[in-house]
């Protein structure tokens, strides 16, 4: 009303310039929120900065400006989330190349914007997840190095130091005992009696399969009808349950894409 009273408006025509301001403004944000999710924060935050201008001397009402400030945080944690996996996707890419340089540069990049996302109150798995798909970069090598073993005599067959090291590798990651996951193999379920983003142990491995090198994996978590598939390595059987070691032949092992799942369901894989 006072701004009517100032311009000599009435306040229909008030109301009618506040709503053009007020839907110029979310046309900004939904442009914002295209480049958001093709992980284009630069330009997000150009249009963001659109907004703010246009507000800026704006009489608009409260609730809308907070409408407008919580619009741009969850477009910003959108984008930086995007950017984030773009990052660590061109560091696993390095680190196949091995580019020990250019991999470094990315992930310290990708950490620069997780600190971010988590100071825009991001949910707490962004960071655990994220900090996991750091660990399979850095233990990503060329394709030649990463292919090495797999031209040794079976992998059951390992001598000792390098039964140990591939143990140390899959150390690496921290191990999940609950939920079981449901594994299907070649016919067969078994249930694990832990797993990793790198690998997993399988409990009552048959002695008939102790030759296997390739095997695929079709599973899912205990109470879980989603179901991922993957490629790994047999490595071994150990113990008197006849566990075998199982590893992922892929550094984006469908593990991940569980882990970050069971989160967001609010049950998180616990070791």
């Known amino acids: 009303m006072a701004q009517g009273v100032m311009t000599g408006r009435t306040p229909e025509v008030v109301r ?14 939904k442009k914002a929120d295209h480049f958001g999710k093709l992980g284009d924060i630069e330009s997000a935050r150009r ?27 969850t477009i910003e944690i959108t984008g930086l989330k995007k950017l984030t996996d773009q990052l660590l996707e ?7 190349k091995d580019d020990i340089a250019g991999r470094a540069s990315y992930i310290k990049e990708a950490r620069e914007h997780i600190g971010r996302v988590m100071a825009l109150g991001a949910e707490p798995d962004f960071k655990e997840v994220s900090e996991k798909k750091i660990e399979v970069a850095l ?21 000792a130091p390098e039964r140990a090291a591939v143990q140390r590798e899959q150390r690496r990651f921290k191990r999940f005992a ?15 009696m832990n797993w990793s983003i790198g690998g997993m142990a399988l409990i009552g491995w048959p002695p008939e399969w102790d030759g296997k090198q390739h095997i695929d ?49 609010g049950r998180p894989a616990q070791e």
């Open 217 to 265: 994996l079709v599973f899912n978590a205990e109470g879980d009808d989603v179901r991922y598939t993957e490629g790994g390595q047999f490595l071994r059987v150990f113990g008197e349950g006849r566990n075998a070691s199982v590893q992922f032949e892929s550094v984006h092992s469908q593990a991940l894409k569980l882990v970050q799942r069971l989160a967001g369901q």
């Open 16 to 29: 009618e310039i506040l709503e053009q301001q007020m839907n110029r403004c979310r046309d900004e944000l």
């Open 47 to 73: 249009r963001f900065d659109r907004v703010r201008a246009m507000v800026k001397d704006a009489r608009l009402p409260a609730d809308y400006l907070n409408e407008l400030k919580e619009s741009i945080r």
């Open 90 to 96: 061109r560091a696993n890419d390095c680190a196949r």
């Open 178 to 192: 609950r939920p079981q996951l449901e594994v299907d193999v070649d016919g067969r379920r078994f249930k694990t």
């Open 139 to 159: 233990m990503t090598s060329s394709a030649a190095a990463a292919a090495a073993p797999k031209t040794a005599a079976p992998r059951a067959a390992f001598s």
